[in-house]
């Protein structure tokens, strides 16, 4: 069934980043997906574009090979776009800005990063949070993330919390699935940055953060990722009923001060 677009309060594109080479993990974008998550053997990145189609949008594909770009079009894709990479970075810094460009993007529009490498999302939450950017012009970026507490152990190394084990220190971590933000807004930070401090620098600006858990906020980086993520399966029937009728839980917080409640 064909699902209606959402109103275009604001427009928005959603951009799917692929390099053609990756270092960790070798054709990551392009390998084939889970079965067991995706109900048919495709590439990585189709996974994401299908979701961008099912939330009610077309997306605008991106990569450094002109070959891989002719495939993805024979595929129906048509919104693909030719980027560079900085030849001072093996990384994507200022691949969305680049984009943003070349699609003549509209300071007022909505920029979302739709990474191939994260195939798990939930049903309607790209629509959820581009209903929230809309309503609220002060928020600048939203973005899905895990709420983590400053205990346990990172690359290798222990560490933790002074003895009181405050509950004050969290760290909502991007995970990868969904990154909106305002062209205008990009444009305030460094040439080679998406997520950058100069995000918020006005005094009523505002980020939101959309909760998640595994599997959704599964990204694959390295090998081991991607055999981990091959074993994933969907939960059962029952309990993906129970998942449909909740809302996307999220805090938006205001630049220097308390997060407002979890919506």
């Known amino acids: 069934m064909q699902i209606p677009p959402p109103p275009d309060k604001f427009r928005m594109h959603c951009i799917i980043p692929l390099k053609a080479r990756s270092m960790r993990c070798p054709g990551k974008n392009f390998r084939t997906c889970n079965p067991y998550l995706s109900g048919g053997l495709i590439p990585l990145w189709e996974v994401s574009a299908r979701y961008v189609r099912g939330e009610g949008w077309e997306p605008v594909i991106s990569c450094d090979s002109p070959e891989l770009l002719h495939d993805i079009s024979r595929r129906g894709y048509e919104r693909t776009v030719l980027w560079h990479p900085d030849p001072e970075s093996p990384y994507m810094q200022g691949h969305i800005s680049q984009v943003a460009a070349q699609i003549n993007a509209g300071d007022s529009d909505l920029l979302c990063v ?7 999302r939930r049903p309607g939450l790209l629509r959820d949070m581009h209903t929230l950017m809309s309503s609220d012009t002060n ?22 919390q002074d003895e009181s084990q405050s509950a004050r220190h969290w760290y909502d971590h991007y995970d990868g699935a969904l990154l909106l933000l305002r062209y205008d807004t990009l444009k305030r930070c460094p040439p080679r ?64 001060a308390a997060p407002d409640e979890l919506a």
């Open 139 to 160: 928020i600048q970026v939203a973005f899905t993330g895990e709420r983590l507490k400053i205990c346990g152990i990172l690359n290798g190394s222990l560490f933790g």
């Open 114 to 120: 739709v990474q191939a490498t994260s195939p798990v």
């Open 193 to 256: 940055t998406v997520v950058h401090p100069g995000l918020l620098s006005g005094p009523s600006d505002k980020v939101a953060v959309f909760y998640q858990t595994l599997p959704w906020s599964f990204q694959i980086d390295t090998e081991d990722d991607y055999s981990f993520y091959l074993q994933l399966r969907r939960p059962d029937a029952e309990k993906q009923s129970a998942f449909r009728k909740r809302s996307n839980p999220y805090r938006v917080y205001t630049k220097s």
